[in-house]
């Protein structure tokens, strides 16, 4: 099976996703949903211990990376909006199995 090839379009969208600034911190979050740390971890693939950092002060603190932010801020837009994205779409979005 040959790979499918990257068109203009699809080009664009890598180049408009790359440069997202799409996300939200583990503080803000945390205020906005009456989640616990450990729910944060699990949303980042993250330890506790690692969470509990993030919120921390002095020298123990630690802080999310890019990819954490953006962990929050999509589960974010899934908790804002998902009644309003088509069960199909959910399907593929939020599916069990993995996808070849």
């Given at each position: 099976m040959n790979p499918r090839s990257i068109t203009q379009r699809e080009q664009n969208l890598?180049?408009?996703?790359?440069?997202?600034?799409?996300?939200?911190?583990?503080?803000q979050f945390y205020a906005k949903w009456d989640v616990t740390q450990e729910v944060?971890?699990?949303?980042?693939?993250?330890?506790?211990?690692?969470?509990?950092?993030?919120?921390?002060?002095g020298c123990t603190r630690r802080y999310p990376t890019a990819n954490d932010l953006r962990h929050l801020a999509l589960m974010d837009f899934l908790l804002e909006h998902f009644e309003e994205i088509?069960?199909?779409?959910?399907?593929?979005l939020c599916s069990s199995r993995q996808n070849s």
């Open positions: 890598i180049q408009l996703y790359a440069h997202c600034q799409f996300g939200m911190t583990p503080q944060i971890a699990l949303i980042c693939s993250r330890s506790k211990g690692t969470v509990g950092r993030w919120f921390s002060r088509p069960e199909e779409l959910r399907n593929l």
